[in-house]
């Protein structure tokens, strides 16, 4: 079997979800199949500029062929053209604008995938939202598969994905309430399965390794991952520092990642820095709970780490994605509010009788359902099926000339807002 | 594969929450979330009208009449307007007609008529502008008027929140206040007796906000002993066996003057040499009334109540993090 994996950038060094999502997949999957990666020159997810050489390498054994970017975007034309996409009526022709407006535009890349149709058993595309996935999987329906790693923000709402999510031959969710969002938008009722994503735990992680390099001596809350207003850090600071003046011997807060908001300055917050895999590990191991603050995620990742290493999970419960998950490992608590997240942080400590029995769950719920072994076997399973299922191979045609500058798309943010939101609790 | 259900028999999300929500409505003494108290602190003045019985469209009313209305259209008018022309050849043959003219009608009325109409429209024109000048005034003092009794209904509100929180609080505190007391004088007649140190082990565990409560709590460990924090109330219910032991007077007071000596200022039993690490009751004393640890089974070397102030009462509790 054949697999190409397309997607928007990769490398070693990303460690952006997506991204990182997709090396993991082929790196497992070239232990069952021929894998090849498609993908761009472009290292920033913001210009696209390309920074990489055009042409073929290897990473992790894995052969990966890079196209050039034909124009980096616009950060600001990108905006106004969302606005316009999201919040007003518009037509086809402003969606189609807005794609090649975020990009990463690459027409080699679109045309490479055309033209290699017939050598390649299934493409993998990731992430929905971006050109590659939209064009390429335009050009190759009858052998694409997506994992679309959606979140519940306006994009999803755009209408021209409506026909891509239908025609795709299978989709990969990460969670059932991504598939219920796209389900919702798109009417779509062909195969898919939720899988999500594995991660390299190791066996036996070091926390007392963690606390004496880095001289940590109290319980602690971790959080780990870019710290980033988008990401909900400046609210985890705000409730972490009035938690803090409510219990003073309760947790500190300890904070693993790139930095792009300022850590504020206090006794009881100690940033450590963008760490390796194996301290990152350590740290996680270390700590009392996990703190998860986004309101957008898709998975996470390292929510799966810290079951994987028998750690509680407290998340934002305005994230549809991450309580869902919290409930159904039963592997935590959620917060909407100050109050309910100071009383969760005290309940989940290590000291009390909760943490313990959240992260037993949490351990089980990911050996049950994120081990590499059962992720490998949906995807293999889903590629079984596809092939014994005849392809129709057919997509919604993009309207005509005259039908594609016709106002007559509903806002993006008010598709996605008609969609019934929540938690899926089976 | 198999569904998502991994289930604890210890422990559930969802009714965790619940507990945590309870709690919070209970501190709050209000069921509003903080989204809608976000809410209410930005919403505008004029939400509030229909909730306060007050016409809702009275506002937009009164903005319309805010508009200054036109002049009417004004017009001259004499006893040769009847025959005017632009054409001067007409206006000279309608006059030369206008005898004939009067043999059918009379003009002269209808001009009379029309004079009167113009002055009555300039006078009612003059009303209406002087009327229109005071609405403003008029619209401030309404919308001042419904701004007061909005601010006054949310204070009575509020005030009636803090009243009830209030009197919870008291009632709670007189509640520890006669346990305490009664725990006193328990433990004060019991020291006779040898001590029979509770149950150490949580068979059961239940999450709270004040101590975290083991089973021990309610067999060898006094219930009023771990009773902390605003929610704690539970823990230490009315009629539950903890109401003050009858004793006789003098030796309570003799007690309490001992236990008022050894507080020198600026120290508390338990920072005093020789208090013990683990004190009864040392789960209720941290500052924001929450326990550290399952500290609800006394030590059990400090089982007799501790009164004799060389063992310390709880009031600082350890912690067990370091």
């Not at chain 1, 309940?347 to 009390?352: D, I, K, P, T, Y």
């Amino acid at each position: 079997m054949k697999l190409a994996v397309v997607v928007q950038r990769y490398g070693a060094d990303i460690n952006g979800g997506a991204e990182l999502h997709a090396r993991y997949i082929a790196e497992r999957m070239a232990r069952h199949a021929e894998v090849e990666v498609l993908t761009t020159c472009a290292r920033d997810y913001i210009t696209w500029k390309n920074e990489w050489p055009a042409g073929e390498e290897r990473i992790n054994g894995v052969r990966v062929r890079r196209f050039a970017v034909s124009k980096p975007r616009d950060p600001r034309d990108f905006g106004l053209r969302s606005q316009v996409v999201f919040d007003r009526p518009h037509s086809v022709a402003d969606e189609l604008a807005w794609l090649e407006s975020e990009g990463p535009t690459s027409p080699d890349l679109v045309r490479h995938v055309a033209r290699t149709e017939a050598e390649v058993d299934f493409f993998v595309f990731f992430s929905y939202r971006y050109y590659h996935s939209w064009h390429g999987i335009r050009a190759v329906p009858g052998k694409a598969v997506l994992v679309p790693t959606a979140e519940r923000d306006p994009a999803a709402g755009v209408s021209i994905f409506g026909p891509v999510f239908r025609g795709a031959r299978a989709l990969m969710f990460n969670s059932f309430e991504e598939r219920a969002l796209i389900e919702g938008v798109s009417g779509r009722t062909g195969p898919g399965v939720v899988v999500g994503v594995g991660s390299e735990v190791p066996d036996q992680p070091q926390p007392g390794r963690f606390r004496r390099k880095f001289d940590v001596k109290r319980p602690f809350a971790i959080y780990v991952g870019r710290i980033d207003e988008n990401k909900g850090c400046r609210e985890l600071f705000d409730y972490f520092g009035r938690y803090a003046a409510m219990n003073p011997r309760g947790l500190d807060l300890v904070l693993v990642g790139s930095k792009v908001l300022d850590v504020p300055s206090h006794p009881r917050i100690r940033y450590v820095g963008f760490l390796p895999d194996e301290d990152k590990f350590d740290a996680i191991a270390a700590s009392d709970v996990l703190v998860m603050p986004s309101r957008y995620e898709s998975l996470s990742m390292v929510a799966l780490e810290a079951w994987a290493l028998g750690r509680p999970v407290l998340a934002n419960g305005h994230c549809d994605v991450l309580r869902g998950q919290v409930i159904r490992g039963n592997g935590g608590l959620y917060y909407e509010s100050f109050e309910e997240f100071a009383e969760a942080l005290y309940a989940l400590e290590g000291a009390g009788p909760i943490g313990g029995p959240f992260g037993r769950n949490g351990r089980e719920f990911f050996r049950r359902h994120y081990a590499w072994p059962v992720i490998e076997r949906k995807y293999l399973d889903m590629f079984d099926r596809l092939k014994r299922e005849p392809a129709s191979g057919r997509i919604d045609p993009i309207p005509g000339w005259m039908a594609r500058r016709r106002r007559d798309c509903r806002p993006a943010a008010a598709v996605v807002g008609a969609v019934k939101a929540g938690p899926v609790v089976h | 594969m198999a569904d998502f259900h991994v289930r604890s028999d210890s422990v559930d999300v969802e009714q965790i929450m619940g507990q945590i929500r309870t709690r919070i409505r209970e501190k709050r003494g209000a069921d509003y979330t903080e989204a809608e108290l976000q809410h209410l602190a930005s919403v505008k003045l004029e939400k509030f009208l229909d909730s306060r019985g007050v016409r809702s469209t009275l506002v937009e009313a009164f903005r319309k009449t805010r508009v200054a209305s036109p002049e009417p259209a004004s017009y001259e008018f004499t006893d040769e307007t009847l025959f005017e022309s632009p054409r001067p050849w007409l206006r000279r043959v309608r006059r030369w007609l206008a005898p004939i003219l009067r043999l059918f009608i009379n003009p002269d009325r209808v001009s009379a008529a029309l004079r009167v109409q113009k002055e009555v429209n300039a006078d009612f024109h003059r009303r209406f502008r002087a009327r229109e000048e005071m609405d403003p005034l008029y619209y401030e003092v309404v919308h001042n008027l419904v701004l007061e009794i909005t601010r006054l209904g949310i204070d009575v509100q509020n005030l009636k929140m803090r009243v009830e929180s209030l009197s919870s609080r008291l009632d709670f505190d007189e509640r520890r206040g006669r346990s305490l007391e009664g725990l006193v004088e328990r433990r004060g007649s019991e020291n006779v007796r040898p001590a029979e140190p509770g149950p150490r082990g949580p068979d059961v565990v239940r999450y709270g906000n004040g101590p975290r409560v083991t089973e021990g709590q309610g067999h060898g460990a006094p219930a009023g002993a771990v009773a902390s924090g605003p929610l704690a109330s539970v823990a230490a219910p009315q009629g539950s066996g903890l109401t003050p032991q009858e004793g006789r007077p003098d030796d309570r007071d003799r007690r309490r003057r001992r236990r008022r000596r050894r507080r020198r200022p600026g120290q508390n039993l338990a920072s005093m040499p020789g208090a013990p690490q683990n004190a009864v009751g040392g789960a209720h004393s941290t500052g924001d009334g929450r326990g550290q640890t399952g500290g609800a089974v006394p030590a059990s070397d400090d089982v007799d109540g501790s009164d004799d102030g060389s063992e310390g009462n709880g009031d600082e509790p350890e912690d067990t993090h370091q």
